[in-house]
């Protein structure tokens, strides 16, 4: 887990709106008690749990000597495990704990800039059911994902109206939520239709034989069962999510603040109204001149980082991802034209 992240987190919003914050981790990297001395310093609400038994196991019938020959075998069953938590079972564990809302923030993940209002109250006061930071294009489904899909909707007519499915596969299926920030109303997961589907997904064992995402299974289910007034763009806030590619087809980059490697997905998206405009280029700037000279760090008025399917969306909205982003801004009351680009190297 990073001080860098619990630093961000604390001083942007938690010491204005205390909550539990809970440190999920598995029997392969356990935190020391002296780590966890450390981080709880500052944070007497922090809590660590192990995931085993039931919540970190591979389904029925489902037998890790095949690892080797499902799909991206170089993702580790671990990391399977991971989506499968946050894609199905997460809803039920804290559902079982007495939450009523969960917010997500991976331990590379990092906000920037002060957030003044209660996420929680917001997205109770508000009737929202998901909020997201960044949308995403993901085309890395797996085979089968949308006939599970299909199926279950074809089962179950009444799960949702015409209307959802149509603008579900009108704007592109492949268009969702980067998940690696999320705020959802866990009781949105556990009922139906959105639990039936969940499960079928579940049983399919795509997470695993296909590598399906958490974040294709979360885009699937609140683009289908949650209306556009259900689901919130949050973009007042400035937010990074960057995975580093660490290979040498990725430049030659040794060094950023705790970092090695080039930006190969996500990056950092500006807060609306959080900057002008010169101080936004002497943020991003500062990010940039933490990569060596081999690495293409794109920067842009609202978002430095990987030239990928993120981008794509934040930045090139009304090519990539435009019919749902363009219904989302508008019942959000966000409505933004985007600006400059250009791509620097540094």
Known sequence: MSFH????VHTNYLNQFPCDVIIFYDSSSPPTIKIQNELSANLPQLKFREL????WELPYNLDAKFHH??????????YRHMMRWFAILIWPYLENEGYSHVMRLDDDSYIHSKIDYNLFDYMRNNKRKYGFRQPVRDSGVGRGYDAVVNNYLAEHPNATTEEMIDRYNTASRRVGFYNNFFIADIGFF????VKGLLKAIDES???YTERTGDLVIHSTAVRLFARPDEIHWFRDFTYEHMTL???ETCGRAESRINYKGCPENGGVSR????YTDNEWKAFATNIQVQFNASCEVEVDWNFIGADDSVRDCEVKSRRACSDLLETLSVTNGSVREYGWRTTQAT
């Open 5 to 8: 992240l619990l630093y961000s």
């Open 205 to 207: 064992k795509l997470i």
């Open 52 to 55: 085993s038994g039931q919540w």
């Open 271 to 274: 807060g609306l109204g959080v």
């Open 69 to 78: 020959k499902w799909k991206r075998p170089k993702y580790s069953i671990g």
């Open 190 to 193: 556990t009922s139906e239709p």
């Open 245 to 247: 590619c660490r290979m």
